[in-house]
């Protein structure tokens, strides 16, 4: 089922230049990029993106990092991309991640990832809306 999930290539990956390198791998793994933006993420903006782990001791470095450089808001669409592109995606910790994936090619640590992805079809949706307007994602 043709599905959307919402994925951040994070500040590590953009200060590398590897946002062409990660939209490779995702668009190899057979998902479509439908909506994309480079934006610099406002503190309250990433705080409120992350709000579910504000009581865990590594949400002060979280957010500072998530604005520590720009980041590539994107909407990605194709059969089960939920579930598709946290395969992709890779395990949270590099250290872990499966060879082929994104964190595993090229995440720096559990915290430095390189890249954010939905963890379900319920919060893609809550995730698209805080960065893109209907009109601007054309699948
Ligand atoms: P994301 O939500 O960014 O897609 P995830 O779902 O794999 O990642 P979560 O458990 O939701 O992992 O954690 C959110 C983010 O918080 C991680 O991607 C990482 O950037 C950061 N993080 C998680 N655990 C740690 C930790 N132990 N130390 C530092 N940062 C962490
Ligand atoms: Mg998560």
Same mark, same amino acid.
């Given at each position: 089922m043709a599905e959307r999930t =919402?994925? /951040?290539?994070? +500040?590590?990956?953009? !200060?590398? %230049?590897?946002?062409?390198?990660v939209n490779a791998v995702i668009e190899d793994a057979g998902l479509r990029i439908v909506a &994309? !933006? !480079? /934006? &610099?993420m406002t503190r309250a903006q990433a705080e409120k993106f992350y709000e579910i782990h504000k009581e865990r001791p590594f =949400?002060? @470095?979280? $957010?500072?990092f998530m604005i520590s450089a720009p980041v $590539? $808001? &994107? $909407?990605? @669409?194709g059969d %089960?991309?939920?579930?598709r592109y946290r395969d992709v995606m890779?395990?949270? %910790? +590099?250290a872990n991640a499966a060879d082929g994936t994104i964190r595993k090619l090229y995440a720096e640590s559990v915290g430095e990832n390189s890249v954010h992805g939905s963890d379900s079809a319920d919060n893609a949706a809550i995730e698209i809306v805080q960065f893109f307007k209907p009109e601007e994602i054309v699948g």
């Open positions: =919402f994925s /951040i290539i994070k +500040p590590d990956a953009t !200060r590398r %230049n590897l946002t062409g390198k &994309q !933006r !480079r /934006i &610099q =949400f002060g @470095e979280l $957010v500072d $590539v $808001v &994107q $909407v990605l @669409e %089960n991309a939920v579930a890779g395990a949270t %910790n +590099p």
